[in-house]
């Protein structure tokens, strides 16, 4: 069994900054890919950002030069810098895993994170 933990979403002004973490636990024995997901009232999940094992990152043209993504091995966490914040992030974020273990290949998602950013 794997879990992912988010934690660090919360109500900012436009302009300001967060920081999300995502905490991967349980019968790991290596993490591939790594991914930050939102979505917002009434659309449709889409991706933010990823990471894969080598720390290649991918972005949404949306938050490109905006947002970090970044990872923790040793830890087995993700974490999602996200600075220059405007009114249209605020979504509920996921984090989103792919990892192996004892039963193989899964994919794991976290129970999400509410970001909030007010003009």
């Known amino acids: 069994q794997v879990d992912l933990v988010e934690s660090g979403g919360g109500l900012v002004q436009a302009g300001g900054s967060l920081r999300l973490s995502c905490a991967a636990s349980g019968s790991i024995f290596s993490i591939n890919a790594m991914s930050w997901y939102r979505q917002a009232p009434g659309s449709k999940r889409e991706l933010v950002a990823g990471i894969n094992s080598g720390g290649n990152t991918n972005y949404a043209d949306s938050v490109k030069g905006r947002f970090t993504i970044s990872r923790d091995n040793a830890k087995n966490t993700v974490y999602l810098q996200m600075n220059s914040l405007k009114p249209e992030d605020t979504a509920v974020y996921y984090c989103?895993?792919?990892?192996?273990?004892?039963?193989?290949?899964?994919?794991?998602w976290g129970q999400g994170t509410l970001v909030t950013v007010s003009s």
């Open positions: 989103n895993s792919n990892v192996y273990g004892p039963d193989g290949h899964l994919e794991v």
